[in-house]
Protein backbone atom coordinates (compact mmCIF):
# COMPACT_ATOMS: atom_id res chain seq x y z
CA UNK A 1 0.00 0.00 0.00
CA UNK A 2 2.86 2.10 0.80
CA UNK A 3 4.70 1.14 -2.56
CA UNK A 4 3.37 3.44 -4.89
CA UNK A 5 4.34 6.27 -3.47
CA UNK A 6 8.18 5.29 -3.40
CA UNK A 7 9.46 6.91 -0.55
CA UNK A 8 12.52 5.03 0.54
CA UNK A 9 12.54 4.99 4.65
CA UNK A 10 16.06 4.15 6.01
CA UNK A 11 14.64 2.76 9.39
CA UNK A 12 16.99 1.91 12.31
CA UNK A 13 16.25 0.14 15.31
CA UNK A 14 17.59 -1.29 18.70
CA UNK A 15 17.50 -5.09 18.46
CA UNK A 16 15.36 -4.65 21.88
CA UNK A 17 12.59 -3.07 20.60
CA UNK A 18 9.68 -5.81 20.85
CA UNK A 19 9.07 -8.23 17.91
CA UNK A 20 12.46 -7.11 15.81
CA UNK A 21 13.71 -11.04 15.26
CA UNK A 22 15.04 -11.73 11.75
CA UNK A 23 12.30 -13.81 10.83
CA UNK A 24 10.04 -9.75 11.53
CA UNK A 25 12.26 -8.35 9.88
CA UNK A 26 11.84 -10.18 6.86
CA UNK A 27 7.88 -9.83 6.56
CA UNK A 28 8.41 -6.35 6.99
CA UNK A 29 10.74 -5.99 3.59
CA UNK A 30 8.44 -8.49 1.95
CA UNK A 31 5.42 -6.62 2.70
CA UNK A 32 7.55 -3.09 1.65
CA UNK A 33 10.08 -4.45 -0.69
CA UNK A 34 12.32 -1.89 -1.72
CA UNK A 35 10.62 1.26 0.24
CA UNK A 36 12.23 0.23 3.34
CA UNK A 37 15.62 -0.83 4.30
CA UNK A 38 16.19 -2.37 7.64
CA UNK A 39 18.95 -1.65 10.12
CA UNK A 40 19.25 -3.69 13.62
CA UNK A 41 22.08 -2.16 16.05
CA UNK A 42 22.84 -3.49 18.97
CA UNK A 43 21.91 -0.08 21.20
CA UNK A 44 20.34 3.04 19.74
CA UNK A 45 23.36 4.78 21.43
CA UNK A 46 25.15 3.61 18.77
CA UNK A 47 23.57 5.60 16.46
CA UNK A 48 25.86 9.04 15.09
CA UNK A 49 24.75 11.58 12.61
CA UNK A 50 26.72 9.88 10.12
CA UNK A 51 24.47 7.13 9.97
CA UNK A 52 21.71 8.82 9.28
CA UNK A 53 23.20 11.72 6.50
CA UNK A 54 25.22 8.88 4.84
CA UNK A 55 21.23 6.86 4.51
CA UNK A 56 20.20 10.33 3.13
CA UNK A 57 22.81 10.50 1.09
CA UNK A 58 22.65 7.43 -0.76
CA UNK A 59 19.21 6.06 -1.15
CA UNK A 60 16.55 7.01 1.94
CA UNK A 61 14.18 9.57 1.59
CA UNK A 62 14.04 9.50 5.16
CA UNK A 63 16.11 7.96 8.16
CA UNK A 64 14.38 6.97 11.35
CA UNK A 65 15.38 5.44 14.46
CA UNK A 66 13.42 2.90 16.90
CA UNK A 67 15.05 3.08 20.55
CA UNK A 68 13.38 1.51 23.59
CA UNK A 69 11.29 3.89 25.96
CA UNK A 70 12.87 6.25 28.02
CA UNK A 71 14.61 4.90 31.15
CA UNK A 72 14.22 1.38 29.89
CA UNK A 73 17.56 1.51 27.91
CA UNK A 74 19.45 -1.90 28.84
CA UNK A 75 22.89 -0.01 28.40
CA UNK A 76 20.79 3.13 30.52
CA UNK A 77 21.75 6.47 28.48
CA UNK A 78 21.21 4.71 24.30
CA UNK A 79 17.88 6.16 23.64
CA UNK A 80 18.68 9.26 25.60
CA UNK A 81 21.74 9.80 23.29
CA UNK A 82 20.26 9.14 20.04
CA UNK A 83 17.48 11.89 20.77
CA UNK A 84 20.32 14.16 20.99
CA UNK A 85 22.21 12.81 18.05
CA UNK A 86 18.87 13.22 15.85
CA UNK A 87 18.32 16.47 17.01
CA UNK A 88 22.17 17.38 15.85
CA UNK A 89 21.13 15.75 12.59
CA UNK A 90 18.10 17.68 11.85
CA UNK A 91 20.13 20.83 13.28
CA UNK A 92 22.37 19.83 10.48
CA UNK A 93 19.41 19.44 7.97
CA UNK A 94 17.55 22.84 8.10
CA UNK A 95 21.67 24.34 7.85
CA UNK A 96 21.54 23.05 4.86
CA UNK A 97 18.20 23.97 3.59
CA UNK A 98 16.96 20.70 3.79
CA UNK A 99 13.27 19.61 5.72
CA UNK A 100 14.42 18.55 9.08
CA UNK A 101 11.67 15.71 9.05
CA UNK A 102 13.52 14.01 7.24
CA UNK A 103 15.30 12.75 10.33
CA UNK A 104 13.21 11.13 13.54
CA UNK A 105 13.16 9.21 16.47
CA UNK A 106 10.50 7.12 17.65
CA UNK A 107 11.13 6.76 21.00
CA UNK A 108 8.91 3.38 22.91
CA UNK A 109 6.68 3.55 25.48
CA UNK A 110 6.78 1.12 28.49
CA UNK A 111 3.22 1.50 28.88
CA UNK A 112 1.94 0.71 25.21
CA UNK A 113 4.79 -1.56 23.66
CA UNK A 114 4.81 -1.40 20.05
CA UNK A 115 6.45 -4.23 17.51
CA UNK A 116 8.93 -2.95 15.03
CA UNK A 117 6.15 -3.19 12.51
CA UNK A 118 3.57 -1.26 13.81
CA UNK A 119 5.92 1.95 14.57
CA UNK A 120 7.54 1.16 10.95
CA UNK A 121 4.21 1.64 9.45
CA UNK A 122 3.17 4.84 11.62
CA UNK A 123 6.71 6.18 10.46
CA UNK A 124 5.40 5.84 7.25
CA UNK A 125 2.23 7.58 7.96
CA UNK A 126 4.48 10.45 9.37
CA UNK A 127 7.04 10.60 6.38
CA UNK A 128 4.50 10.11 3.93
CA UNK A 129 3.63 14.07 3.22
CA UNK A 130 7.53 14.55 2.68
CA UNK A 131 7.65 13.98 -0.93
CA UNK A 132 11.18 11.97 -2.54
CA UNK A 133 14.24 13.94 -1.15
CA UNK A 134 15.61 16.80 -3.36
CA UNK A 135 19.16 15.05 -2.90
CA UNK A 136 18.44 12.54 -5.54
CA UNK A 137 17.13 15.25 -8.34
CA UNK A 138 13.93 15.79 -9.76
CA UNK A 139 13.11 12.43 -12.10
CA UNK B 1 54.27 -42.05 -6.65
CA UNK B 2 52.07 -39.34 -8.12
CA UNK B 3 53.23 -35.89 -8.13
CA UNK B 4 51.86 -34.58 -4.74
CA UNK B 5 47.97 -33.14 -5.09
CA UNK B 6 48.43 -29.36 -4.05
CA UNK B 7 45.48 -27.02 -4.13
CA UNK B 8 46.98 -23.66 -4.19
CA UNK B 9 44.86 -21.24 -2.86
CA UNK B 10 45.48 -17.07 -3.18
CA UNK B 11 43.47 -14.79 -0.90
CA UNK B 12 40.14 -13.65 -2.64
CA UNK B 13 38.38 -10.54 -1.16
CA UNK B 14 35.04 -10.52 0.01
CA UNK B 15 32.45 -8.47 -2.52
CA UNK B 16 30.39 -7.01 0.79
CA UNK B 17 31.78 -6.03 3.93
CA UNK B 18 31.36 -9.10 6.20
CA UNK B 19 28.82 -9.11 9.00
CA UNK B 20 30.93 -8.86 12.10
CA UNK B 21 30.82 -10.87 15.79
CA UNK B 22 30.57 -8.24 17.83
CA UNK B 23 29.98 -4.11 17.30
CA UNK B 24 30.51 -0.79 19.37
CA UNK B 25 27.48 -0.51 21.23
CA UNK B 26 27.75 3.04 22.69
CA UNK B 27 30.17 6.08 22.70
CA UNK B 28 29.77 7.46 25.77
CA UNK B 29 29.71 11.10 25.86
CA UNK B 30 32.49 12.71 27.67
CA UNK B 31 35.63 12.50 25.97
CA UNK B 32 38.80 14.34 27.91
CA UNK B 33 40.72 14.25 24.55
CA UNK B 34 43.46 12.77 26.55
CA UNK B 35 46.85 12.17 25.08
CA UNK B 36 46.50 8.23 26.25
CA UNK B 37 43.92 7.71 23.77
CA UNK B 38 42.73 4.20 22.76
CA UNK B 39 41.91 4.81 19.93
CA UNK B 40 45.84 6.11 18.69
CA UNK B 41 46.75 2.62 20.33
CA UNK B 42 45.05 0.10 18.70
CA UNK B 43 46.83 -2.57 17.31
CA UNK B 44 45.43 -3.06 14.28
CA UNK B 45 44.62 0.29 13.28
CA UNK B 46 41.19 0.29 12.72
CA UNK B 47 40.42 3.67 14.36
CA UNK B 48 42.36 5.23 11.49
CA UNK B 49 41.25 4.64 8.27
CA UNK B 50 37.69 4.64 9.35
CA UNK B 51 34.90 4.40 7.05
CA UNK B 52 31.10 3.72 6.91
CA UNK B 53 29.64 1.58 4.48
CA UNK B 54 26.10 3.46 3.59
CA UNK B 55 24.08 0.57 2.19
CA UNK B 56 25.15 -2.10 4.26
CA UNK B 57 25.74 0.51 7.36
CA UNK B 58 28.95 -1.48 8.56
CA UNK B 59 31.37 0.94 10.14
CA UNK B 60 34.97 0.04 9.67
CA UNK B 61 36.11 0.03 13.16
CA UNK B 62 33.47 -3.25 13.65
CA UNK B 63 34.42 -5.18 10.87
CA UNK B 64 38.18 -4.80 10.85
CA UNK B 65 37.86 -5.66 14.79
CA UNK B 66 39.77 -8.65 15.97
CA UNK B 67 38.24 -8.19 19.16
CA UNK B 68 41.14 -7.82 21.43
CA UNK B 69 39.21 -5.34 23.53
CA UNK B 70 42.56 -3.45 24.55
CA UNK B 71 40.07 -0.15 23.81
CA UNK B 72 37.29 -1.20 26.09
CA UNK B 73 39.74 -1.63 28.60
CA UNK B 74 42.39 0.66 28.07
CA UNK B 75 39.92 3.79 27.89
CA UNK B 76 40.79 6.21 30.97
CA UNK B 77 37.19 6.95 31.21
CA UNK B 78 35.61 3.70 30.01
CA UNK B 79 33.87 5.69 27.27
CA UNK B 80 33.53 2.65 24.93
CA UNK B 81 31.23 -0.46 25.33
CA UNK B 82 30.91 -3.25 23.20
CA UNK B 83 28.28 -6.32 22.46
CA UNK B 84 27.04 -9.09 20.31
CA UNK B 85 26.30 -7.86 17.23
CA UNK B 86 22.10 -8.39 16.52
CA UNK B 87 22.68 -9.29 12.74
CA UNK B 88 25.22 -11.41 13.66
CA UNK B 89 23.57 -13.32 15.83
CA UNK B 90 20.81 -13.66 13.09
CA UNK B 91 22.83 -15.01 10.66
CA UNK B 92 22.03 -18.95 9.55
CA UNK B 93 20.00 -20.82 11.96
CA UNK B 94 20.43 -23.21 14.39
CA UNK B 95 22.57 -25.64 12.48
CA UNK B 96 24.21 -23.77 9.99
CA UNK B 97 25.73 -21.74 13.07
CA UNK B 98 27.05 -17.91 13.11
CA UNK B 99 30.50 -19.03 14.17
CA UNK B 100 30.12 -21.55 11.28
CA UNK B 101 29.50 -19.42 8.32
CA UNK B 102 31.87 -16.76 9.76
CA UNK B 103 34.72 -19.50 9.41
CA UNK B 104 33.56 -20.56 6.15
CA UNK B 105 33.62 -17.40 4.68
CA UNK B 106 37.40 -16.58 6.27
CA UNK B 107 38.17 -19.92 4.71
CA UNK B 108 37.42 -19.09 1.48
CA UNK B 109 38.25 -15.22 1.40
CA UNK B 110 42.10 -16.39 2.47
CA UNK B 111 42.31 -20.51 1.83
CA UNK B 112 43.80 -20.97 5.05
CA UNK B 113 42.63 -22.91 7.99
CA UNK B 114 41.15 -21.17 11.03
CA UNK B 115 42.79 -21.00 14.52
CA UNK B 116 41.28 -20.16 17.24
CA UNK B 117 43.66 -18.84 19.59
CA UNK B 118 43.05 -18.85 23.90
CA UNK B 119 42.42 -22.67 23.37
CA UNK B 120 38.44 -24.14 22.44
CA UNK B 121 35.83 -22.14 24.14
CA UNK B 122 33.02 -24.89 22.57
CA UNK B 123 31.36 -27.36 24.26
CA UNK B 124 32.22 -31.12 25.28
CA UNK B 125 30.05 -32.74 23.11
CA UNK B 126 26.86 -31.51 21.17
CA UNK B 127 24.34 -33.22 18.44
CA UNK B 128 25.78 -34.95 15.23
CA UNK B 129 29.13 -35.01 14.20
CA UNK B 130 29.64 -33.36 17.77
CA UNK B 131 29.18 -36.57 19.35
CA UNK B 132 32.15 -37.73 17.96
CA UNK B 133 36.26 -36.82 18.30
CA UNK B 134 38.58 -38.26 16.28
CA UNK B 135 42.08 -39.47 17.48
CA UNK B 136 44.89 -36.96 17.92
CA UNK B 137 47.38 -39.55 19.16
CA UNK B 138 50.01 -39.35 16.49
CA UNK B 139 50.00 -35.65 16.68
CA UNK B 140 52.95 -36.14 19.17
CA UNK B 141 55.15 -37.38 16.25
CA UNK B 142 53.81 -35.62 13.25
CA UNK B 143 55.33 -36.05 9.93
CA UNK B 144 58.72 -34.74 10.56
CA UNK B 145 58.16 -31.57 7.73
CA UNK B 146 54.68 -31.49 8.34
CA UNK B 147 51.03 -31.74 6.14
CA UNK B 148 52.97 -30.64 2.80
CA UNK B 149 56.38 -32.39 3.66
CA UNK B 150 58.38 -35.20 2.39
CA UNK B 151 55.93 -38.30 3.72
CA UNK B 152 52.85 -38.20 1.01
CA UNK B 153 49.32 -38.14 2.61
CA UNK B 154 47.02 -39.09 0.08
CA UNK B 155 43.24 -38.07 0.04
CA UNK B 156 42.40 -39.47 -2.95
CA UNK B 157 39.09 -41.75 -3.20
CA UNK B 158 37.98 -44.50 -5.94
CA UNK B 159 34.51 -43.70 -6.92
CA UNK B 160 32.73 -47.14 -8.51
CA UNK B 161 32.60 -50.41 -8.38
CA UNK B 162 35.33 -53.72 -8.38
CA UNK B 163 34.28 -56.93 -9.00
CA UNK B 164 34.15 -59.87 -5.70
CA UNK B 165 36.88 -61.66 -7.44
CA UNK B 166 38.57 -62.74 -11.12
CA UNK B 167 37.77 -65.20 -12.73
CA UNK B 168 39.45 -66.38 -16.35
CA UNK B 169 38.51 -68.12 -19.41
CA UNK B 170 39.64 -71.25 -21.05
CA UNK B 171 41.74 -69.21 -23.17
CA UNK B 172 43.17 -67.49 -19.99
CA UNK B 173 41.23 -64.27 -20.98
CA UNK B 174 39.47 -61.82 -18.37
CA UNK B 175 35.82 -63.52 -17.59
CA UNK B 176 34.77 -61.45 -14.61
CA UNK B 177 34.50 -58.27 -16.28
CA UNK B 178 37.24 -55.79 -14.96
CA UNK B 179 36.06 -52.75 -12.40
CA UNK B 180 34.83 -48.78 -13.54
CA UNK B 181 36.96 -46.90 -11.65
CA UNK B 182 37.34 -43.07 -11.49
CA UNK B 183 39.62 -42.16 -8.66
CA UNK B 184 39.48 -38.28 -7.64
CA UNK B 185 41.90 -36.72 -5.74
CA UNK B 186 40.12 -35.68 -2.98
CA UNK B 187 36.97 -36.87 -0.98
CA UNK B 188 34.97 -34.49 -1.47
CA UNK B 189 32.38 -33.68 -4.19
CA UNK B 190 30.66 -30.18 -5.20
CA UNK B 191 26.83 -30.31 -5.39
CA UNK B 192 24.18 -27.47 -6.28
CA UNK B 193 22.58 -26.30 -2.51
CA UNK B 194 18.53 -26.59 -2.87
CA UNK B 195 18.26 -23.07 -2.04
CA UNK B 196 20.18 -20.01 -2.69
CA UNK B 197 20.53 -16.93 -5.62
CA UNK B 198 21.89 -18.83 -8.20
CA UNK B 199 22.78 -17.73 -11.47
CA UNK B 200 24.51 -18.68 -14.75
CA UNK B 201 27.81 -17.20 -14.18
CA UNK B 202 27.29 -18.92 -10.25
CA UNK B 203 27.12 -22.57 -11.66
CA UNK B 204 29.39 -21.84 -14.46
CA UNK B 205 31.85 -20.39 -11.52
CA UNK B 206 31.01 -23.90 -9.23
CA UNK B 207 31.98 -25.99 -12.39
CA UNK B 208 35.22 -24.03 -13.00
CA UNK B 209 36.13 -24.82 -9.71
CA UNK B 210 35.58 -28.33 -9.33
CA UNK B 211 37.34 -29.23 -12.70
CA UNK B 212 40.34 -26.91 -11.17
CA UNK B 213 40.26 -29.06 -8.00
CA UNK B 214 40.06 -32.49 -10.08
CA UNK B 215 36.70 -33.56 -8.33
CA UNK B 216 33.26 -33.40 -9.62
CA UNK B 217 30.29 -31.23 -9.54
CA UNK B 218 26.78 -32.78 -9.16
CA UNK B 219 24.13 -30.49 -11.09
CA UNK B 220 19.78 -31.05 -11.59
CA UNK B 221 19.53 -31.40 -15.31
CA UNK B 222 17.70 -27.92 -16.23
CA UNK B 223 21.76 -26.25 -15.05
CA UNK B 224 23.96 -28.15 -17.43
CA UNK B 225 23.61 -25.49 -20.05
CA UNK B 226 25.10 -23.14 -17.95
CA UNK B 227 28.62 -25.11 -17.38
CA UNK B 228 31.64 -23.79 -19.57
CA UNK B 229 32.13 -25.97 -22.30
CA UNK B 230 34.91 -28.84 -22.31
CA UNK B 231 33.73 -29.28 -18.47
CA UNK B 232 31.17 -32.32 -19.21
CA UNK B 233 33.52 -35.14 -17.40
CA UNK B 234 33.98 -32.99 -14.13
CA UNK B 235 29.57 -32.36 -13.98
CA UNK B 236 27.73 -34.96 -12.47
CA UNK B 237 24.06 -34.91 -14.29
CA UNK B 238 21.15 -35.07 -11.65
CA UNK B 239 18.87 -36.78 -13.36
CA UNK B 240 15.45 -36.85 -13.29
CA UNK B 241 12.40 -38.76 -14.39
CA UNK B 242 9.90 -35.86 -14.69
CA UNK B 243 11.94 -33.44 -16.63
CA UNK B 244 11.98 -33.89 -20.29
CA UNK B 245 14.30 -31.89 -22.29
CA UNK B 246 17.95 -32.30 -23.64
CA UNK B 247 19.41 -35.82 -22.68
CA UNK B 248 21.93 -34.29 -19.97
CA UNK B 249 24.98 -37.14 -20.71
CA UNK B 250 26.98 -37.32 -23.24
CA UNK B 251 30.09 -39.31 -24.13
CA UNK B 252 32.71 -37.50 -21.88
CA UNK B 253 30.08 -37.84 -18.87
CA UNK B 254 32.07 -39.72 -16.12
CA UNK B 255 29.35 -40.27 -13.59
CA UNK B 256 25.56 -39.22 -13.46
CA UNK B 257 22.60 -39.43 -10.51
CA UNK B 258 19.87 -40.77 -10.44
CA UNK B 259 16.71 -40.66 -7.73
CA UNK B 260 15.70 -43.44 -5.66
CA UNK B 261 13.10 -46.24 -6.82
CA UNK B 262 11.86 -49.58 -6.88
CA UNK B 263 13.12 -50.28 -10.19
CA UNK B 264 16.08 -47.90 -10.52
CA UNK B 265 18.60 -50.59 -11.08
CA UNK B 266 17.46 -51.69 -14.24
CA UNK B 267 17.78 -48.15 -15.50
CA UNK B 268 21.01 -47.86 -13.90
CA UNK B 269 22.02 -51.14 -15.86
CA UNK B 270 20.78 -49.58 -19.34
CA UNK B 271 22.95 -46.58 -18.56
CA UNK B 272 26.04 -48.29 -18.37
CA UNK B 273 25.69 -50.71 -21.07
CA UNK B 274 25.19 -47.80 -22.96
CA UNK B 275 28.11 -45.78 -22.18
CA UNK B 276 30.94 -47.88 -21.53
CA UNK B 277 32.94 -45.45 -19.18
CA UNK B 278 29.92 -44.29 -17.29
CA UNK B 279 29.50 -44.56 -13.37
CA UNK B 280 25.99 -44.46 -11.97
CA UNK B 281 25.08 -43.03 -8.74
CA UNK B 282 21.89 -43.85 -6.92
CA UNK B 283 20.44 -40.92 -4.74
CA UNK B 284 18.57 -43.16 -1.51
CA UNK B 285 16.89 -41.25 0.98
CA UNK B 286 18.55 -41.59 4.54
CA UNK B 287 15.74 -43.21 6.54
CA UNK B 288 15.17 -46.26 8.75
CA UNK B 289 14.62 -47.82 4.94
CA UNK B 290 17.92 -46.88 3.35
CA UNK B 291 19.74 -50.06 5.13
CA UNK B 292 17.41 -52.55 3.42
CA UNK B 293 17.32 -50.38 0.03
CA UNK B 294 21.20 -49.95 0.21
CA UNK B 295 21.80 -53.88 0.17
CA UNK B 296 19.41 -54.33 -2.40
CA UNK B 297 21.44 -51.74 -5.01
CA UNK B 298 24.55 -53.27 -3.96
CA UNK B 299 22.82 -57.03 -5.27
CA UNK B 300 21.95 -55.34 -8.17
CA UNK B 301 25.53 -54.20 -8.93
CA UNK B 302 24.97 -50.21 -8.61
CA UNK B 303 28.74 -48.42 -8.78
CA UNK B 304 27.97 -45.92 -5.94
CA UNK B 305 25.00 -44.87 -3.85
CA UNK B 306 24.56 -41.60 -2.65
CA UNK B 307 22.58 -41.38 1.02
CA UNK B 308 21.20 -38.07 1.12
CA UNK B 309 19.92 -36.42 4.15
CA UNK B 310 18.27 -33.26 5.23
CA UNK B 311 20.24 -29.80 5.04
CA UNK B 312 20.88 -30.01 8.53
CA UNK B 313 21.84 -33.36 8.56
CA UNK B 314 18.95 -35.01 9.62
CA UNK B 315 16.92 -38.15 8.37
CA UNK B 316 14.58 -37.45 5.32
CA UNK B 317 12.09 -39.80 7.44
CA UNK B 318 11.51 -37.50 10.13
CA UNK B 319 12.94 -40.21 12.72
CA UNK B 320 15.18 -37.27 13.89
CA UNK B 321 18.00 -39.93 13.22
CA UNK B 322 22.00 -38.06 12.12
CA UNK B 323 23.99 -38.25 8.91
CA UNK B 324 26.74 -40.48 10.89
CA UNK B 325 24.55 -42.68 12.19
CA UNK B 326 22.56 -43.44 8.60
CA UNK B 327 25.82 -43.84 7.02
CA UNK B 328 27.13 -45.96 10.08
CA UNK B 329 24.09 -48.48 9.86
CA UNK B 330 24.30 -48.73 5.86
CA UNK B 331 28.16 -48.97 5.64
CA UNK B 332 28.04 -51.50 8.60
CA UNK B 333 25.38 -53.74 6.60
CA UNK B 334 27.23 -53.85 3.77
CA UNK B 335 30.17 -55.39 5.49
CA UNK B 336 28.05 -58.19 6.93
CA UNK B 337 26.62 -59.07 3.96
CA UNK B 338 30.14 -59.38 2.87
CA UNK B 339 29.59 -56.51 -0.58
CA UNK B 340 30.99 -53.10 0.73
CA UNK B 341 34.35 -53.13 -0.71
CA UNK B 342 32.19 -53.85 -4.27
CA UNK B 343 30.40 -50.03 -4.34
CA UNK B 344 31.27 -46.34 -3.09
CA UNK B 345 28.88 -45.01 -0.26
CA UNK B 346 28.84 -41.02 -0.76
CA UNK B 347 27.12 -39.31 1.59
CA UNK B 348 25.29 -35.79 1.66
CA UNK B 349 23.88 -33.01 4.16
CA UNK B 350 24.43 -31.27 6.90
CA UNK B 351 28.34 -31.18 6.12
CA UNK B 352 29.15 -27.74 7.29
CA UNK B 353 32.70 -28.05 8.35
CA UNK B 354 35.79 -29.72 7.45
CA UNK B 355 35.62 -32.10 10.51
CA UNK B 356 33.07 -33.19 9.04
CA UNK B 357 34.21 -34.77 6.40
CA UNK B 358 36.71 -37.39 7.98
CA UNK B 359 34.44 -38.32 10.16
CA UNK B 360 31.42 -38.63 7.91
CA UNK B 361 34.88 -41.00 6.76
CA UNK B 362 35.82 -42.51 9.54
CA UNK B 363 31.78 -43.69 10.03
CA UNK B 364 32.09 -45.59 6.39
CA UNK B 365 31.41 -43.27 3.95
CA UNK B 366 33.99 -42.94 1.20
CA UNK B 367 33.62 -39.57 0.22
CA UNK B 368 31.18 -36.68 1.05
CA UNK B 369 28.72 -34.26 -1.37
CA UNK B 370 29.46 -30.41 -0.31
CA UNK B 371 26.69 -28.37 -0.61
CA UNK B 372 25.80 -25.17 1.10
CA UNK B 373 29.64 -23.88 1.97
CA UNK B 374 30.07 -23.63 -1.45
CA UNK B 375 27.00 -21.20 -1.29
CA UNK B 376 28.10 -19.63 2.04
CA UNK B 377 31.73 -19.00 -0.11
CA UNK B 378 30.40 -16.84 -1.94
CA UNK B 379 28.61 -14.49 1.17
CA UNK B 380 25.74 -16.46 1.53
CA UNK B 381 24.19 -15.51 5.01
CA UNK B 382 21.45 -18.74 4.76
CA UNK B 383 19.03 -15.69 5.25
CA UNK B 384 16.95 -17.59 2.77
CA UNK B 385 15.14 -14.30 1.34
CA UNK B 386 16.13 -15.77 -1.67
CA UNK B 387 13.53 -18.75 -0.98
CA UNK B 388 10.45 -15.72 -0.19
CA UNK B 389 11.45 -13.51 -3.49
CA UNK B 390 13.57 -11.27 -1.50
CA UNK B 391 16.69 -9.63 -3.01
CA UNK B 392 20.03 -11.45 -1.71
CA UNK B 393 21.87 -9.16 0.53
CA UNK B 394 25.00 -10.11 -0.96
CA UNK B 395 23.79 -10.34 -4.51
CA UNK B 396 25.65 -13.31 -5.22
CA UNK B 397 23.89 -14.04 -8.54
CA UNK B 398 25.92 -11.08 -9.95
CA UNK B 399 29.30 -12.69 -8.40
CA UNK B 400 31.48 -13.62 -11.89
CA UNK B 401 32.43 -16.88 -12.41
CA UNK B 402 36.29 -16.52 -11.48
CA UNK B 403 35.67 -15.26 -8.33
CA UNK B 404 33.53 -17.71 -7.73
CA UNK B 405 35.71 -20.19 -8.54
CA UNK B 406 38.51 -18.70 -6.77
CA UNK B 407 36.42 -18.49 -3.72
CA UNK B 408 34.71 -22.36 -3.73
CA UNK B 409 38.99 -23.45 -4.37
CA UNK B 410 39.77 -21.32 -1.34
CA UNK B 411 37.74 -22.96 0.72
CA UNK B 412 38.26 -26.47 -0.69
CA UNK B 413 42.33 -25.86 0.02
CA UNK B 414 41.64 -25.11 3.54
CA UNK B 415 39.49 -28.08 3.98
CA UNK B 416 41.58 -30.37 2.31
CA UNK B 417 44.64 -29.03 4.60
CA UNK B 418 42.46 -29.86 7.60
CA UNK B 419 41.72 -33.44 6.22
CA UNK B 420 45.37 -33.52 6.08
CA UNK B 421 46.22 -32.00 9.52
CA UNK B 422 43.53 -34.61 10.91
CA UNK B 423 44.50 -37.90 8.61
CA UNK B 424 48.25 -36.36 10.06
CA UNK B 425 47.00 -36.90 13.43
CA UNK B 426 45.81 -40.16 13.53
CA UNK B 427 48.55 -41.72 11.94
CA UNK B 428 46.37 -42.66 8.87
CA UNK B 429 48.15 -41.74 5.33
CA UNK B 430 45.41 -42.40 2.80
CA UNK B 431 41.57 -41.64 2.99
CA UNK B 432 40.88 -44.90 1.39
CA UNK B 433 42.42 -46.94 4.75
CA UNK B 434 40.38 -44.62 7.00
CA UNK B 435 37.03 -45.48 5.47
CA UNK B 436 35.08 -47.18 8.45
CA UNK B 437 38.08 -46.42 11.10
CA UNK B 438 36.14 -46.37 13.94
CA UNK B 439 38.79 -47.38 16.00
CA UNK B 440 40.11 -43.68 15.16
CA UNK B 441 37.76 -42.06 17.07
CA UNK B 442 35.71 -42.23 20.09
CA UNK B 443 31.79 -41.82 20.25
CA UNK B 444 30.06 -39.93 22.61
CA UNK B 445 27.15 -42.65 22.79
CA UNK B 446 29.27 -45.20 23.08
CA UNK B 447 31.49 -44.05 26.04
CA UNK B 448 28.24 -42.95 27.75
CA UNK B 449 26.80 -46.13 27.57
CA UNK B 450 29.83 -47.62 28.35
CA UNK B 451 30.94 -45.77 31.49
CA UNK B 452 27.53 -44.66 33.10
CA UNK B 453 25.23 -47.35 31.45
CA UNK B 454 25.40 -49.64 34.54
CA UNK B 455 24.84 -46.93 37.17
CA UNK B 456 20.88 -47.68 38.83
CA UNK B 457 21.02 -51.25 37.75
CA UNK B 458 20.73 -53.32 40.64
CA UNK B 459 22.66 -56.91 39.71
CA UNK B 460 20.90 -60.15 40.22
CA UNK B 461 20.46 -61.85 43.79
CA UNK B 462 21.60 -58.81 45.19
CA UNK B 463 19.13 -56.92 47.43
CA UNK B 464 19.18 -53.30 48.40
CA UNK B 465 18.81 -53.15 52.03
Known amino acids: MYREQQITLGLFYCQNVPESREENRQALEEEFGKSLRLFPIPCSGRLEPVHLL???????????????????CRY???????????????????????????????????????????????????????????????? | MPSKY??????????????????????????????????KRCVYGVYDNRDLDPMQMIDSIDNQCMNCLRCIQGCPKELIHKSLNPEYKALGDSYWAPDIIAKL????????????????????????????WTDMSEIVRPTRDGIHGREYIST???????TRHISFDEEKGLESGSARILDIPLPIILRTPTFGAISKDTINGWTRAAKGLGTLMALPQKMISSTPEGSAPWVIPMIS??????????????????PWNEEVSGLVGEMEDRYPSLLMSVRLPMDHRAEERALVLAEDGVSIIHMEAAWNGVSMGGDGGFLKDGIRSVHLRLVEAGIRDEITLLS??????????????????????????????????????????????????????????????????????????????????????????????????????????????????????
Open chain 1, 76 to 139: FEGNHRAKKRVERTRKILSDIGMEPERVGIAIGSKEAPKTLAQQAREIFREISLLGPSPVFGQE
Open chain 2, 156 to 162: AIDLGRT
Open chain 2, 348 to 465: SGGIAMAEHVPKAIICGADGVFVDFPILIALECRMCRRCTKGLSCPVEIQGASPSWVASRVRNLVGAWHNQLLEVMGAMGIRDARRLRGEVGRAIFFEELDRATFGSMGQVEEGCELE
Open chain 2, 6 to 39: AIHTLAVPHRFKSVSRSGIIAWEEGCLKCAVCVK
Open chain 2, 105 to 132: WYQAETGKIPVSGAGYPGPFSGPGFDSM
Open chain 1, 54 to 72: KALERFADAAFIITCPVGA
Open chain 2, 241 to 258: PEESGAPAITEETRVAEV
